[in-house]
Structures are given as C-alpha cells and as structure tokens.
C-alpha cells in the first residue's frame, strides 16, 4: 500500500471514530433528556417546583431543537415543597406556557458556533408580585448566584465558549399581571408580542459582533384600582 493510500485510509477511519463518537453523544443526549430531568435540574437551579407537560428532542438532524408543552413554574419553594412533588396549585403559579420551542443546527456546535433557528415562547403568562414590605417575588431569581458558577474572577465576554447567531427570538401572545400588594393596585400586560431578530454576537469579537433588532406591541389595562388610586381603569 502507498504512502498516500495509507494516508487517505487513516484519514477516512480516523473520520468515522470522530462521526462515531458524535453519534453515540448525541443518541445518549436523546435518550437521556426527558421532562423530569429537565424538571429536576430547573428546581435545583431555581428553587421552584417546576411542571412540563410534554418534551420532545430532535437531534442530528438538518435542523435539531427541542420542543417543550405546557410549562409551569411555581413562585419560591421551600425545600420541602420541592422534596413532596406536589402539583402546583394556581395560587402559587409565577409563570406558564403553552409551548417553547428551539431549533438550531447541529453541525456548527463542533466549530464552537451556536445557530438558532428560531426560540418560540407562545402564550407565556407571568405574574409578579409586590408585597408590602417592596420586595418582589421574583428578588430571589435577581439575587441568586448559584454556588457552582462561583469562581475566583469575574467571568469576562472572552471566556463564553460560544459564538452566537440567532434568526429570531418570538414571544407571542403574553400576558404580565402585576399585583402591587403594598397599594392593592393590579396591572395587566395583555397581547404581549415581542421579536427580536438577526442577532450576531460573539464573545470574543464583540467589537463587530454584538447588534439585533427588535419589535413588539402590547396593551396595558387596569383591572383593580383601590380607593384614591392615580390610574383610571380602561
């Protein structure tokens, strides 16, 4: 066998262990992610039950993604709460979706370049609280600094591993209720449409790398104003 023989045979096997390896990754990925584990990892991460009714996951293919049905995730739980896996009640709900879904493309992962399609939020419906004392229940989530992510410097632009080109990020159909309990005044956002779009941002370049554009419309309506309220109900 010539040398050039031998070189194009080694090359063609040492492609198949690479192709090899990547299959196997991704059939484990696809095997492994369902609902309760991506349930599981959101309620250590956040502290707060979480539900998801259906997921599917689409790998190697032209465009890969995920596709998540009927998300809810509760306001702040207690670690009992988490360890009791009761259903949430809707007293307790933060958010809910009807669907989320993300499409990108597989292959540009292995040249550390993310592409995303698209990430869709159809009809998320969040509600925020103020109570009386100013804090809102979301302060954990702004305060929270998970302990793994901890490091000894601050993590800068360069050290995401990533570069990043999104189509389109879509929410449609949202809702924001804002209950202020200090006041008794509540507040919703409705037709919430939000699109941002032809996003190029990549860490390590950001001086050319960093625009996206977007669009959106909503309506705002009162629905409950107290006694000596400044807002007038629509």
Do not use: C
């Not at 596709?67 to 670690?79: F, H, M, R, V, Y």
């Not at 004392?133 to 490091?151: F, M, Y």
């Amino acid at each position: 066998m010539t040398i050039k023989k031998k070189q194009f045979r080694n090359t063609w096997i040492s492609a198949a262990v690479v192709f090899g390896i990547i299959l196997a990754m991704a059939l484990v990925i696809w095997k492994t992610v369902d609902a309760d584990m991506i349930e599981s990892a959101l309620e250590k991460q956040l502290s707060r039950r979480v539900e998801i009714g259906r997921l599917e996951a689409s790998l190697f293919s032209s465009v890969s993604g995920f596709n998540a049905e009927q998300i809810t995730i509760s306001d702040l739980s207690s670690g009992e709460q988490l360890k009791s896996g009761e259903a949430i009640r809707d007293d307790e709900i933060f958010m809910r979706l009807d669907s989320i879904s993300l499409k990108f493309k597989f292959w540009p992962l292995l040249r550390k370049r993310l592409e995303v399609r698209h990430l869709l939020f159809e009809k998320p419906e969040v509600r925020l609280i103020r109570f009386p004392d100013g804090t809102l229940n979301v302060s954990d989530l702004i305060e929270h600094t998970p302990p793994e992510t901890l490091s000894e410097r601050e993590m800068s632009a360069g050290d995401i591993p990533l570069s990043l080109s999104v189509e389109r990020i879509r929410v449609s159909d949202g809702i924001l209720l804002f209950d202020d309990r200090a006041t008794g005044s509540r507040y919703r956002l409705k037709d919430f449409n939000l699109e941002i779009f032809d996003i190029q941002i990549d860490p390590r370049n950001l001086a050319e790398f960093n625009s996206l554009q977007i669009r959106g419309d909503s309506t705002l309506e009162s629905v409950l104003i107290p006694t000596g309220g400044f807002a007038q109900e629509v």
